[in-house]
């Protein structure tokens, strides 16, 4: 059964990998998801704020004043609190390279185009194959329009894509007005991935203590389904290649995301609640469900339940929503 994938210009064996998290953290960790069948290992990110703090001695933006804002200070982690500072990360990097033959992708997070992406350069001498750069932004300002909100991201990919030679894949929020131009717009730019999709975490609120509390839920199957749907709409319609993270669970949603025409299928919380073994497990599903259906390669079944021979996908849309929404009877 072939199970081979190109992801970012990467072959791979099979499309299966941990996301951006925790999981790259220990060596012995890296080294059980490549006995599982890892086809590449994704690190944590690195976020911008980390970088800044290091070249500038400060927390980006929150320079000036800074007794005017202690309780805003006060939600931004420690310095001592990340689990690597930017130096720390790059010998990581190192480290994970030398455990593993499979590729390994590093991760930044940051939303302006400014000084600290420089630090992309270095993530590709220390050793990474390829780089994925999370685009986390929530546009609370006004202000800002809709055009200025995808600039940002633009322009980071924009910049990046200017100073490195590895693949770069963009990490993006479903929460842009078009999301379809935005795709486009990042696929004009060059980038060789687009992941669908990272997760805002929503902080609950503390009514005695009146305050915002942080809170972190793993991930279950039924968020898989806003990435089905741009999967299918995107795929065969920008030249980069797909990647889905969120709601991976088992082999059927594994499945379902390559069908819709992910090349990529990144897991996290089926990860850190099953361990590293996990992957296997996924892996040997998949063969035989394609056994069983009579597929022999994983490229046969990609793209096959994907919106790209619809002549008007838009309408398509429609037409499932009004279906859906009739059909519910009291």
Do not use: C
Not at 215 to 221: A, E, I, K, T, V
Request: glycine share 6%; aromatic share 8%.
């Amino acid at each position: 059964m072939n199970l081979s994938t190109n992801y970012l210009g990467l072959q791979l064996p099979n499309p299966l990998m941990p996301g951006a998290s925790p999981m790259a953290d220990q060596l012995d960790w890296v080294k059980r998801l490549e006995d599982a069948g890892a086809a590449a290992i994704v690190m944590r990110s690195l976020f911008e704020e980390q970088i800044t703090h290091e070249q500038q001695g400060m927390v980006y933006h929150m320079e000036v004043h800074e007794e005017s804002f202690a309780e805003a200070l006060s939600y931004f982690p420690k310095p001592d609190d990340f689990r690597f500072g930017p130096v720390e990360y790059l010998d990581q990097i190192k480290r994970v390279k030398a455990a593993v033959k499979i590729p390994v992708i590093a991760s930044l997070n940051g939303t302006t185009a400014e000084g600290w992406l420089s630090y992309a350069k270095d993530i590709e001498q220390a050793g990474a194959d390829a780089l994925e750069l999370n685009v986390y932004y929530l546009a609370t300002d006004a202000r800002e329009t809709s055009e200025a909100a995808e600039h940002r991201v633009l322009d980071v990919v924009k910049v990046v894509k200017q100073a490195v030679k590895i693949p770069v894949a963009v990490k993006l929020s479903p929460f842009f007005s078009s999301l379809a131009h935005m795709a486009a717009g990042l696929d004009h730019l060059g980038a060789d991935g687009l992941v669908l999709f990272n997760r805002f975490y929503q902080p609950d609120i503390d009514v005695e203590a009146l305050e915002a509390v942080p809170s972190l839920h793993l991930s279950d199957s039924s968020e898989l389904l806003l990435r089905l749907r741009w999967l299918a709409i995107l795929s065969g319609k920008v030249r980069a290649s797909l990647a889905v993270s969120g709601g991976v669970h088992t082999a059927t949603d594994a499945i379902k995301a390559i069908m819709t025409g992910a090349s990529a299928v990144q897991m996290v919380s089926a990860l850190l609640n099953h361990g590293p073994q996990h992957v296997k497990v996924i892996r040997d599903d998949i063969v035989k469900w394609m056994e069983d259906h009579e597929y022999e390669s994983l490229e046969q079944m990609r793209g096959s339940m994907s919106l790209e021979r619809s002549p008007d996908p838009a309408a398509f849309e429609r037409a499932n929503y009004m279906r859906i929404l009739q059909s519910y009877r009291i």
